[in-house]
């Protein structure tokens, strides 16, 4: 009664039903040893596999998925560069096909990341706490963490890629 251990409780249920029943103390033993030792192993398993699960989806969300919503706002702006410079010299010239000016807003586009990013980081946030606690109550920090550091992320990103994408505006 002084453990509260449900595989300590169920141990001792073991060895006392056996011993009850006339079976080999030590072989009731050294099967729950072995037993604990393959739980425990598995266990060790099981943590790395979900600490990997949780390194590669933090990585997903605050690395890869910022960085391509800045390259996608900046190749916008690329196209959008080189279809007015298009137009511009071809206003007299008949060309097969019909160019138009790209007409997305940079400022929606921006709104869009953010709100689409927020709900990639809270989502991966709350699968990373299904899967490391079996709830979603456990992750509300890791989303407030998440969250942060995607838009922190996002935001550097514009900002070097709008460095990076100078050298072929100008």
């Known amino acids: 009664e002084g453990y509260n251990s449900d595989t300590i409780k169920e141990t001792f249920d073991l060895i006392m039903v056996g011993w009850r029943r006339g079976t080999r103390i ?62 511009a010299v071809s206003e007299n010239v008949v060309l097969p096909i019909n160019l138009h000016s790209v007409r997305i807003n940079d400022s929606d586009f921006i709104l869009f990341s953010y709100i689409t990013l927020a709900i990639i980081s809270i989502s991966t946030s709350m699968i990373i706490s299904i899967v490391k606690t079996g709830t979603i109550e456990e992750g509300y920090k890791e989303i407030l963490v998440l969250t942060t550091l995607t838009m922190l992320s996002y935001a550097f990103f514009l900002f070097a890629f709008g460095k990076f994408f100078l050298i072929f505006v100008t």
Do not use: C, E, G, W
Not at 58 to 73: C, D, E, Q, R
């Open 26 to 87: 030590t072989t009731i033993v050294d099967r729950v040893y072995d037993n604990l030792q393959l739980a425990r192993h598995l266990r060790k398993k099981v943590i790395a596999s979900v600490s990997n699960y949780k390194i590669f989806l933090s990585f997903v969300t605050v690395l890869i998925s910022p960085a391509m919503f800045a390259l996608s706002y900046h190749l916008i702006v690329l196209i959008r560069n080189i279809t007015s410079k298009v137009i």
